[in-house]
Nanobody
Framework: QVQLVESGGGLVQAGGSLRLSCTASGSIFSINRFNSMGWYRQAPGKQRELVADITSGGTTYYADSVKGRFAITRDNAKNTLYLQMNSLTPEDTAVYYC?????????????WGQGTQVTVSS
């Protein structure tokens, strides 16, 4: 059974930075088995939204709201996905979730972490 565990959230002032980490554990599982991995966030009263994702080939996608401020990377050797967040604003306040997607025999399998809270004060 694969588990994704996020860490690195917290309280930061506007303009500050945080780096989120997502580590895969369970059985003998490496994140390079995920076809893609991503970071999502959900603010109070809002739907969960995709922030950024990265494919196993290294192709990245960013939501317009975070382009130029956030960077997603994956370190297969450390079995960890990262989200570097710079120039944070109060609008970035949300619970951030890590997701891994694996495609096998034309089916998609999605794995979620439990989330980590990011709060940006003005």
């Amino acid at each position: 059974q694969v588990q994704l565990v996020e860490s690195g959230g917290g309280l930061v002032q506007a303009g500050g930075s945080l780096r989120l980490s997502c580590t895969a554990s369970g059985s003998i599982f490496s994140i390079n088995r995920f076809n893609s991995m991503g970071w999502y966030r959900q603010a109070p009263g809002k739907q969960r939204e995709l922030v950024a994702d990265i494919t196993s080939g290294g192709t990245t996608y960013y939501a317009d709201s975070v382009k130029g401020r956030f960077a997603i990377t994956r370190d297969n050797a450390k079995n960890t996905l990262y989200l570097q967040m710079n120039s944070l604003t109060p609008e970035d306040t949300a619970v951030y979730y890590c997701k891994g997607t694996r495609v096998s025999t034309s089916r998609e399998y999605h794995y979620w972490g439990q989330g980590t809270q990011v709060t940006v004060s003005s």
